[in-house]
């Protein structure tokens, strides 16, 4: 790995990318709508446009994580639960909801939806926290401090889902909103805001005299991604539409790592990455679609649950695998990405 000399700070594709696509992009999308908005109007986009980027971007991501995990024949044994118990469990529930209940459907989803934001969370402050390798640093009160910002920004957005209505975006289905009261919004927006503020200026107290403004960025701007992304001033802006691509890219890196680890050419690297995009355009979409179109012993009313607890399947694995692939607890899981 790749060290600067100054604050020992690690390196996933270069400096500059990975600041880009840890956060960076985040701001420049946003200010390109606004631009746009003022200019020229609001942005629009179709579901024509989401698929391209599923495929381009996001489908490739999770099965990346498939790919990582199961490829190595140590992850299957090390974790047998993750591996092949909890996904054989939930593929059983998935079809009995699919078939027989669409309530079970609901609460799959429900659960998916929850854990979307914790995985989403846990990306951002792994993001903010992984690179950092420098004995100055009190690394434990550190992460305290980032965990603490990040789990009120995912809270934040999941009550401001549910409070906003629009809990169906997710999977792709009708999901009933939780009740929380409207008040609890604000108080969502106020804490992780000051939080996200008080850890900004620990950050930059904290931080080593030499490279102090690319440490403090680069743990700072994961954390104002994640934000940005489920503040609920923003939830009816285009910037939703952007925010599992933003999650995806944000990941990049990580898996370019893996993959120079292992003297994979770059465009081994990117045609790996079209090719996990079209499995996963399959997997999620034009299979799960011909099944519902063709599979007659569907009861009557049932269109669309197959995408959806497909999606609910692929995504839930998705965060199991990745919560434990890329555990910055686990030494020997970092050795064998290349990360420790």
């Known amino acids: 790995m790749n060290k600067s000399d100054s604050g020992k700070l690690k390196r996933l594709i270069s400096k500059k990318m990975?600041?880009?696509?840890?956060?960076?992009?985040t701001l420049l999308i946003l200010l390109g709508i606004t631009f746009h908005s003022f200019?020229?109007?609001?942005?629009?986009?179709?579901?024509?446009?989401?698929?391209?980027?599923?495929?381009?971007?996001?489908?490739p991501h999770i099965i990346s994580s498939f790919y990582l995990f199961y490829g190595k024949e140590g992850n299957r044994d090390m974790y047998p639960v993750i591996a092949w118990i909890l996904p054989a469990i939930l593929m059983v529930l998935?079809?009995?909801?699919?078939?027989?209940?669409?309530?079970?459907?609901?609460i799959l989803g429900q659960v998916g939806l929850a854990y979307f934001f914790y995985h989403f969370l846990m990306q951002s402050i792994g993001s903010s926290l992984w690179s950092l390798d420098d004995s100055t640093i009190n690394r434990r009160e550190l992460k305290r401090i980032l965990t603490l910002c990040g789990f009120s920004i995912g809270i934040m957005g999941w009550i401001s889902l549910h409070l906003n209505q629009v809990t169906g975006d997710v999977f792709d289905m009708p999901l009933p909103a939780l009740p929380f009261p409207q008040w609890l919004e604000e108080v969502t927006i106020w804490v992780p805001s000051v939080l996200l503020i008080g850890t900004l200026f620990y950050l930059i107290k904290?931080?080593?005299?030499?490279?102090?403004?690319?440490?403090?960025?680069?743990?700072?701007?994961?954390?104002?991604?994640?934000y940005l992304w489920f503040s609920?001033?923003?939830?009816?802006?285009?910037?939703?539409?952007?925010?599992?691509?933003?999650?995806?890219?944000?990941?990049?890196?990580?898996?370019?790592?893996?993959?120079?680890?292992?003297?994979?050419?770059?465009?081994?690297?990117?045609?790996?990455?079209?090719?996990?995009g079209i499995l996963g355009g399959l997997l999620f979409m034009w299979i799960p679609g011909a099944i519902e179109k063709n599979f007659y012993d569907i009861p009557e009313g049932t269109t669309g649950r197959v995408v959806s607890g497909v999606a609910i399947f692929l995504n839930i694995?998705?965060?199991?695998?990745d919560g434990t692939l890329w555990s910055l607890k686990d030494e020997k899981n970092l050795k064998r990405l290349g990360l420790n």
């Open 94 to 106: 998935l079809y009995v909801a699919i078939f027989y209940s669409l309530d079970l459907l609901k």
């Open 317 to 321: 694995h998705h965060y199991l695998v």
């Open 232 to 276: 609920p001033k923003l939830i009816h802006s285009p910037l939703r539409f952007f925010v599992t691509t933003l999650h995806a890219l944000q990941y990049f890196p990580f898996y370019y790592r893996t993959q120079k680890i292992r003297d994979h050419h770059p465009f081994v690297i990117f045609l790996l990455w079209g090719f996990f």
């Open 206 to 226: 904290v931080s080593p005299s030499k490279g102090r403004f690319y440490f403090v960025i680069s743990s700072f701007l994961p954390l104002l991604a994640l």
């Open 18 to 25: 990975d600041l880009f696509l840890l956060g960076a992009l």
């Open 39 to 59: 200019m020229l109007g609001p942005l629009t986009f179709t579901s024509h446009h989401l698929l391209i980027l599923n495929v381009l971007i996001s489908y």
